[in-house]
C-alpha cells in the first residue's frame, strides 16, 4: 500500500490539473494567433452576386421588382437575383463583417458601408468583354474602373494609411464565368466564328487571369475567384437542350469542367507568382451538383425547376409576379428561378464552402 502524504496529494492534483488543461492552452493561442477579419469584403461578378447595381442601367437583366425578393427584408425587391439573399451576404456575415453586401451603385451609401466593403457585380456579364455587350450590362473591366472610384471615396473618409490597409487586407470575391458558357458560347453564334470550344475555354482563363492580375496592381492580395456551376443542370439549360426529360446536359457539364480545372491551374500559378498575394481557387460546382443531385438530403423537395412559374424558363422578366405563380414554400426548391439558387441553396452552399476551405477565405 502507497501512503502519499496530503501535500504532495494537493501537489499531484494541482499537476494533473495543469496537464488537463494544456491542449487547451494551446488552442487557445493558437485561435488567439488567428489572423483578424479582414475589413471589408468587395465583389466583383454576374448575377450571383449582383445585389442591385443593374437597377440604374439601361437593360433586360433586372429583377428589381416582385417575385423577386420574395423572401428579403420587408420581402423588398433590391436587384438580387434570387428570393433572398446572395452569397456575397452569407459570405459577409460568415466572416463577420456584416449581413448585407449593398450595391455599389444606385443606393445611399453610408461612409460604414463604404469603408466594409461593397459589390460592383453586375448581372449578365462575364470575363469575355462580348458577355456584357450582349445585354447592355457593366463589363468586369468597367467594374475595375468603379473600384478605383470606390478606392477615392475610402481614402477620403479615413485617410490614405488606413485606406491603404483597407485595400490590402479586404477579401475579395469574384464570380463570373456562367454566361460566357451558357449565353455567348452555346447560346449564339458569335464566338462559335472565332473560338472551338477549348480554345474559347482557353480565352476566358486567360481574361480571368487578367483581371485577377490588374486587381492585384489596384492593391487586392486576398482574392477568392469561383469556378463555374454545373450549367448543364441549371434548369433552364435542362429545358433548352436536356430533352424531353429534360436531363442535365453532359456537354455543358463536361465545358464547364474543363474551364474550371483551367482556371485553378491559372490562378494556382498567379498565386506563385504575385508578391504576398493569395490567389485562391473555389470549387463550387461540386458541392451544387450534390444538392442538385441530391435534393432530399438537404431537405429539398425539387431541383430541376426553380420556384417561379413552370420553373423550366422563366428569369428576369418573365418571371414577374403579374404573369406568374410562383411556389408557397422557396425554401424546398434549389433554384428560385431557372437560373438562380434560392436563398436557401446559397446558404447551404456558403457554409459547405466555408468548412471546405476554412481560413483560407479570410
Same mark, same amino acid.
Given at each position: #500500500?502507497?501512503?502519499?502524504?496530503?501535500?504532495?496529494?494537493?501537489?499531484?492534483? /494541482? &499537476?494533473?490539473?495543469?496537464?488537463? /488543461?494544456?491542449?487547451?492552452?494551446?488552442?487557445?493561442?493558437?485561435?488567439? !494567433?488567428?489572423?483578424?477579419?479582414?475589413?471589408?469584403?468587395?465583389?466583383?461578378?454576374?448575377?450571383?452576386?449582383?445585389?442591385? +447595381?443593374?437597377?440604374?442601367? /439601361?437593360?433586360?437583366?433586372?429583377?428589381?421588382?416582385?417575385?423577386?425578393?420574395?423572401?428579403? *427584408?420587408?420581402? $423588398?425587391?433590391?436587384?438580387?437575383?434570387?428570393?433572398?439573399?446572395?452569397?456575397?451576404?452569407?459570405?459577409?456575415?460568415?466572416?463577420?463583417? $456584416? !449581413?448585407? *453586401?449593398?450595391?455599389?451603385?444606385? =443606393?445611399?451609401?453610408?461612409?460604414?458601408?463604404?469603408?466594409?466593403?461593397?459589390?460592383?457585380?453586375?448581372?449578365?456579364?462575364?470575363?469575355?468583354?462580348?458577355?456584357? !455587350?450582349?445585354?447592355?450590362?457593366?463589363?468586369?473591366?468597367?467594374?475595375?474602373?468603379?473600384? #478605383?472610384?470606390?478606392?477615392?471615396? *475610402?481614402?477620403?473618409?479615413?485617410?490614405?494609411?488606413?485606406?491603404?490597409?483597407?485595400?490590402? +487586407?479586404?477579401?475579395?470575391?469574384?464570380?463570373?464565368?456562367?454566361?460566357?458558357?451558357?449565353?455567348?458560347?452555346?447560346?449564339?453564334?458569335?464566338?462559335?466564328?472565332?473560338?472551338?470550344?477549348? %480554345? @474559347?475555354?482557353?480565352?476566358?482563363?486567360?481574361?480571368?487571369?487578367? &483581371?485577377? !492580375?490588374? &486587381?492585384?496592381?489596384?492593391?487586392?492580395?486576398?482574392?477568392?475567384?469561383?469556378?463555374?456551376?454545373?450549367?448543364?443542370?441549371?434548369?433552364?439549360?435542362?429545358?433548352?437542350?436536356?430533352?424531353?426529360?429534360?436531363?442535365?446536359?453532359?456537354?455543358?457539364?463536361?465545358?464547364? =469542367?474543363?474551364?474550371?480545372?483551367?482556371?485553378?491551374?491559372? #490562378?494556382?500559378?498567379?498565386?506563385?507568382? &504575385?508578391?504576398?498575394?493569395?490567389?485562391?481557387?473555389?470549387?463550387?460546382?461540386?458541392?451544387?451538383?450534390?444538392?442538385?443531385?441530391?435534393?432530399?438530403?438537404?431537405?429539398?423537395?425539387?431541383?430541376?425547376?426553380?420556384?417561379?412559374?413552370?420553373?423550366?424558363?422563366?428569369?428576369?422578366?418573365?418571371?414577374?409576379?403579374? =404573369? =406568374?405563380?410562383?411556389?408557397?414554400?422557396?425554401?424546398?426548391?434549389?433554384?428560385?428561378? %431557372? @437560373?438562380?439558387?434560392?436563398?436557401?441553396?446559397?446558404?447551404?452552399?456558403?457554409?459547405?464552402?466555408?468548412?471546405?476551405?476554412?481560413?483560407?477565405?479570410?
Amino acid at each position: #500500500m502507497i501512503i502519499i502524504s496530503q501535500k504532495r496529494a494537493v501537489t499531484f492534483r /494541482l &499537476l494533473s490539473i495543469v496537464v488537463f /488543461l494544456h491542449p487547451l492552452h494551446d488552442w487557445a493561442i493558437a485561435a488567439s !494567433q488567428k489572423s483578424p477579419s479582414p475589413p471589408a469584403v468587395i465583389v466583383f461578378g454576374d448575377s450571383i452576386v449582383d445585389p442591385g +447595381n443593374n437597377n440604374v442601367i /439601361l437593360t433586360i437583366a433586372k429583377c428589381n421588382y416582385p417575385p423577386y425578393g420574395k423572401d428579403f *427584408v420587408g420581402h $423588398k425587391a433590391t436587384g438580387r437575383f434570387s428570393n433572398g439573399k446572395i452569397p456575397s451576404d452569407f459570405i459577409a456575415s460568415q466572416l463577420g463583417i $456584416k !449581413q448585407y *453586401v449593398p450595391a455599389y451603385l444606385g =443606393t445611399e451609401l453610408s461612409a460604414h458601408d463604404l469603408i466594409t466593403g461593397v459589390s460592383f457585380a453586375s448581372g449578365g456579364c462575364g470575363f469575355d468583354p462580348l458577355t456584357s !455587350q450582349l445585354v447592355s450590362v457593366i463589363s468586369l473591366e468597367e467594374q475595375l474602373n468603379l473600384f #478605383m472610384e470606390y478606392k477615392q471615396k *475610402v481614402k477620403a473618409i479615413v485617410g490614405e494609411n488606413r485606406a491603404e490597409y483597407i485595400t490590402s +487586407n479586404s477579401a475579395y470575391f469574384i464570380i463570373a464565368g456562367t454566361n460566357d458558357l451558357a449565353s455567348t458560347y452555346f447560346a449564339t453564334p458569335f464566338r462559335k466564328f472565332e473560338f472551338d470550344l477549348p %480554345s @474559347y475555354i482557353n480565352f476566358t482563363v486567360q481574361s480571368a487571369s487578367t &483581371l485577377v !492580375q490588374k &486587381l492585384y496592381h489596384l492593391g487586392a492580395r486576398k482574392i477568392s475567384i469561383a469556378g463555374a456551376p454545373p450549367i448543364g443542370c441549371l434548369p433552364s439549360q435542362r429545358t433548352l437542350v436536356g430533352g424531353i426529360e429534360r436531363i442535365c446536359s453532359a456537354t455543358y457539364n463536361q465545358a464547364a =469542367t474543363s474551364f474550371n480545372s483551367q482556371l485553378s491551374k491559372e #490562378m494556382q500559378r498567379l498565386n506563385n507568382i &504575385l508578391h504576398k498575394a493569395k490567389v485562391l481557387y473555389i470549387d463550387i460546382y461540386t458541392p451544387l451538383l450534390d444538392l442538385i443531385l441530391h435534393p432530399s438530403k438537404y431537405g429539398f423537395v425539387e431541383s430541376k425547376r426553380g420556384c417561379c412559374g413552370t420553373g423550366t424558363f422563366e428569369v428576369t422578366q418573365t418571371c414577374n409576379s403579374l =404573369t =406568374t405563380f410562383v411556389c408557397e414554400d422557396a425554401s424546398k426548391y434549389v433554384f428560385w428561378d %431557372s @437560373y438562380h439558387p434560392t436563398e436557401r441553396a446559397y446558404d447551404i452552399l456558403v457554409r459547405k464552402l466555408a468548412q471546405k476551405y476554412g481560413a483560407s477565405l479570410n
